[in-house]
């Protein structure tokens, strides 16, 4: 929670804005949620177990945001983040992975985030003993004389710490990096079974691998390549060794439980009693049932211990364009509280997310042709008959808001971006609105050819 601690919900919302246009009312209601966050961890110890999250129903159409803004949160709070899809899970008993595994997975994306921190912290002191150990095969270092050692001796030490000081230096700058060298690495015996299914060891929280690993002595293997490579692979064992992994696991595991984020897509495929079409009498509501006590708040075993879901944040969303939020379960409507209708996108929706955001489409695009050494540029009409067309066809056949704008792009392009390695010239090359009309009108005014084109 460090990079958003001094966050408010404002300059949340304002981080947000830099990547996902409109839906202000969603945007506000995780701002709040992630300040609260914060909030809790300030209070007493008496009270502060007692604060449970607020979680957030997120309602509209695929491709307006939702998804991203649970993204863009954990990225601003740096906080573990999974998305998993509802209609994915089982009830317990049946083939298929049970909703336990989210917090599993959840919990191993927090140990990768920890461990690469303290690699970091330990890079300099890891880097500082491969360097040695590569200096120790280019030039074996003497054993310093004792008292009464003849000079020549002391000169001959003296003398070989000067040149491994000196050869570490070229080593530094990179002139050594195409020299090969032979060195010992250590060889990870692959041990384990995979087991599949809702009852494999994995969803038991067993790490077969692990445990038969740390049973069986570290083998070693000889290795023979770039200096350059060999730094880079001795540098990631040596940091593996200095890493308190004990420490890596409590820290991780604390961050799941503390500022943890879970968002549940495709809820509304699970809403209602009916059968779904996962196999013979696996119902909908059979996964509510499941999904409830970790909502709710329980403690779920995994590889790295018990790990308690109380005050892990849920976002939960769908289209509900067949079953209604109020078709959920009581128990699990009421473990979400904060409901917020996303709006589809208009045309001008379209005009800023093609434009505004740091990552916007047109950027992408000019970025990816950049490469050929060719300029493209869209002026104002292109960029307003793309979001014309984008609006048209998502009110027309199948509203998949944002993501219209790709297979449009794509369409539009594809001469483009398959002619320029070998055909186009480096030159400047400037979208029109005509130019857009001219290759998109006939698919788009043809219902048929847009279902499976556009």
Do not use: C
């Not at 209609?87 to 049970?98: H, I, M, N, P, Q």
């Not at 015996?189 to 494999?200: E, I, R, S």
């Amino acid at each position: 929670m460090n990079n958003a601690k001094n966050l408010t919900p404002s300059q949340i919302v304002n981080e947000l804005d830099k990547y996902i246009i409109g839906q202000n009312d969603a945007k506000r209601a995780v701002a709040i949620a992630l300040r609260n966050r914060w909030r809790r961890q300030q209070v007493t110890e008496d009270i502060k177990d007692e604060i449970m999250p607020n979680n957030i129903i997120l309602i509209g159409p695929t491709g307006v945001g939702k998804t991203e803004i649970a993204r863009r949160l954990a990225k601003l709070s740096g906080a573990p983040f999974i998305k998993v899809e509802a209609s994915k899970f089982t009830e317990v008993g049946y083939v298929g992975r049970d909703v336990e595994s989210m917090i599993r997975d959840l919990t191993e994306l927090a140990i990768n985030m920890v461990r690469a921190e303290k690699t970091v912290e330990v890079e300099e002191k890891a880097t500082r003993v491969a360097e040695d150990k590569i200096l120790d095969i280019l030039i074996p270092p003497v054993k310093k004389p004792g008292a009464g050692a003849s000079e020549e001796k002391e000169n001959e030490a003296l003398q070989n710490e000067k040149t491994r000081e000196w050869m570490r230096k070229k080593l530094q700058d990179g002139e050594l990096d195409d020299k090969m060298i032979e060195f010992d690495a250590t060889a990870n015996p692959q041990v384990g079974m995979q087991v599949l299914g809702p009852m494999g060891m994995d969803d038991m929280g067993i790490n077969i691998q692990e445990i038969v690993g740390n049973m069986m002595p570290k083998k070693k293997k000889k290795r023979k390549t770039s200096i350059k490579e060999a730094k880079k692979i001795i540098t990631q064992e040596e940091a593996q060794k200095l890493i308190d992994m004990e420490e890596v696991q409590s820290e991780a595991k604390k961050r799941v439980q503390e500022s943890g984020i879970v968002f549940i897509d495709e809820i509304d495929k699970v809403a209602g009693g009916s059968k779904a079409q996962g196999g013979p009498d696996v119902s909908r509501e059979g996964v509510q049932r499941d999904l409830l006590p970790i909502v709710e708040g329980s403690t779920v075993n995994t590889k790295y211990g018990p790990v308690k879901t109380d005050h892990i944040l849920f976002i939960a969303s769908g289209a509900f364009h067949i079953a209604k939020p109020s078709d959920l379960i009581p128990e699990l409507q009421g473990r979400f509280p904060i409901r917020v209708e996303l709006q589809s996108l208009s045309e001008e929706d379209f005009i800023k997310i093609l434009t505004i955001p740091e990552n916007a489409l047109l950027k992408q695009y000019t970025a990816l042709l950049k490469t050929e050494t060719v300029d493209i540029e869209f002026d104002d009409s292109a960029i307003r008959e793309i979001a014309k067309d984008a609006a048209y066809i998502n009110g027309e056949v199948e509203n998949i808001g944002a993501r219209r704008l790709h297979t449009i792009l794509t369409t539009l392009l594809e001469e483009i971006l398959f002619d320029v390695p070998d055909k186009i010239p480096s030159e400047k090359i400037s979208i029109t609105g005509e130019m857009v009309s001219e290759k998109l009108d006939k698919i788009v005014k043809n219902r048929d050819l847009t279902k499976y084109i556009l």
